[in-house]
């Protein structure tokens, strides 16, 4: 798939059950199309997007808006779920005081995702996770 326009190019791990659970839920309320998901596992993706590093996106969410400005993390998910109309309902994360637990809270998740992954679905990784 080509580099498409959009607002927002999210760039998942698409071996993760939660994340791909998060982006379908993500695409189903897209309906402008205004965001790009992108699996940072897909054997291209590195041709396709040489300046996100895999290593580092494997390691917590990277986005890229409409000006070629990378995001991260939880901004990455306001930026998405703003897009879609729900950004009010993860606006706090974003307030200061509370970003910075946010922001830490998020690190942890990402870093045990996998473990977190198995507790909620039984599957702590899939091998060919679709979002469609």
């Known amino acids: 798939m080509s580099q ?18 998060e982006m379908r839920h993500l695409k189903r309320l897209d309906k402008e199309g205004r965001i790009q998901f992108e699996n940072v596992n897909e054997p291209d993706f590195s041709q396709r997007y040489p300046q996100v590093d895999v290593a580092k996106a494997n390691q917590y969410l990277h986005g890229q808006v409409s000006s070629g400005d990378m995001i991260y993390g939880l901004d990455v998910t306001h930026e998405a779920w ?3 109309g729900k950004g009010w309902m993860i606006a706090p994360l974003r307030w200061p005081v509370i970003r910075w637990f946010a922001d830490k809270t998020y690190l942890f998740f990402a870093r045990n995702r996998n473990r977190i992954s198995k507790l ?13």
């Open 4 to 21: 498409q326009s959009s607002e927002l190019i999210i760039f998942f791990d698409g071996g993760c059950p939660l994340c791909v659970k």
């Open 120 to 132: 909620l679905t039984g599957k702590e990784r899939c091998a060919q996770c679709s979002i469609d």
């Open 82 to 84: 703003s897009l879609v």
